[in-house]
């Protein structure tokens, strides 16, 4: 059954949500990364398991097929010392045709400290916000938003060029269909950050320069940008029967990244999963300058950051906490 869908709800100063980068000013996004790069450097040790949220319950709750936002949220969990629990939708009573509304009601009631949910509907999160008295953290609702995506991205590049504002970043591809897209754009308006968004007409939505960016449709806008953020056709979101782009083959010759698109010093980044040698060139992929890898390694620190954040009311404490389980 499809669910109703909700305005976002209101964020209770007692119950903090991370539901959208809508959520976050700057200062919270430079707190987040701080104590990002606080548990970064925490990781570095041979113990690398923290008791910062011992007797805390996390709840990772995915609709949709994940890897790395699952397995990081997961691990982010664990390395703090939360329990955790993980529950997908295919195996559970989703299948016996079970309502977003009543799962998030049984849930609710073993009274976990957090919830991660990704669903393929916009507004999930907001209606298990209302339902449970837990931290909601959305990892992804339909082609809405995908909050920890933008802030792991955010780290990464902060860790490649030592900076956020000023930075131009051109992201390539299927904006329409794209939540990292929209999230990555809110988010590097916060931080001063400059976005230009490259790809045919039909697949960067009508109006979305109200969040911030300019819009280009030659592949060619991709030089005056130092960080190139390639994403992929999301065929799965795409209506039945819908064409997009003409094929595949033409998509590619158009607006695949390959190493003659790219000038000396620009910097590669992927949400993932990618198609290699459709949207982006394997050697572009594997190259030096790439920031793939980085990504990803980023995905487990913010993702522990926005967890402790979201439970603590001290942020500095990190630095504490960590300093305290290293001794």
């Not at 109703?4 to 007692?14: D, G, H, I, K, Y």
């Not at 039909?202 to 109200?210: D, N, Q, S, V």
Request: proline share 6%; charged share 20%; hydrophobic share 45%.
């Amino acid at each position: 059954m499809r669910e109703e869908l909700l305005p976002p709800a209101p964020v209770l100063p007692s119950r903090r949500h991370l539901l959208s980068i809508g959520d976050l000013t700057a200062l919270d996004v430079e707190r987040l990364l701080d104590t990002a790069r606080s548990f970064e450097l925490s990781l570095e040790r041979e113990v690398k398991k923290l008791p910062t949220l011992r007797g805390r319950t996390v709840v990772n709750v995915f609709y949709e097929s994940s890897t790395r936002t699952s397995a990081s949220f997961e691990l982010a969990a664990k390395r703090l010392s939360a329990d955790t629990l993980s529950i997908r939708a295919a195996g559970s009573s989703v299948d016996k045709g079970e309502s977003l509304k009543d799962t998030a009601l049984t849930l609710g009631a073993y009274e976990p400290d957090v919830i991660v949910i990704r669903h393929p509907q916009i507004g999930a999160p907001h209606l298990v916000a209302r339902l449970t008295r837990a931290r909601i953290v959305n990892a992804g609702d339909g082609t809405h938003q995908h909050p920890t995506q933008a802030l792991l991205d955010l780290h990464a590049l902060r860790g490649a060029f030592g900076r956020l504002e000023g930075l131009h970043v051109a992201i390539v591809g299927d904006v329409s269909h794209s939540r990292v897209a929209r999230s990555l754009v809110q988010a590097l308006a916060l931080v001063g950050a400059h976005v230009t968004l490259v790809g045919p007409a039909t697949l960067i939505p009508r109006g979305i320069e109200a969040l911030g960016c300019e819009i280009a449709h030659e592949i060619e806008a991709i030089g005056a940008a130092d960080v190139v953020y390639v994403l992929r056709l999301q065929h799965e979101r795409m209506q039945a029967g819908a064409s997009f782009v003409p094929s595949l083959r033409e998509y590619t010759a158009r607006w695949g990244i390959t190493p003659a698109r790219l000038r000396p010093g620009q910097r590669v980044m992927h949400p993932g999963p990618m198609n290699r040698g459709v949207e982006i060139d394997p050697r572009v992929a594997d190259a030096p300058d790439a920031l793939i890898e980085a990504q990803v390694r980023a995905g487990l620190v913010v993702r522990m950051a926005v967890l402790y954040d979201l439970l603590t009311t001290s942020p500095a404490g990190v630095r504490e906490a960590s300093a305290a389980e290293v001794a």
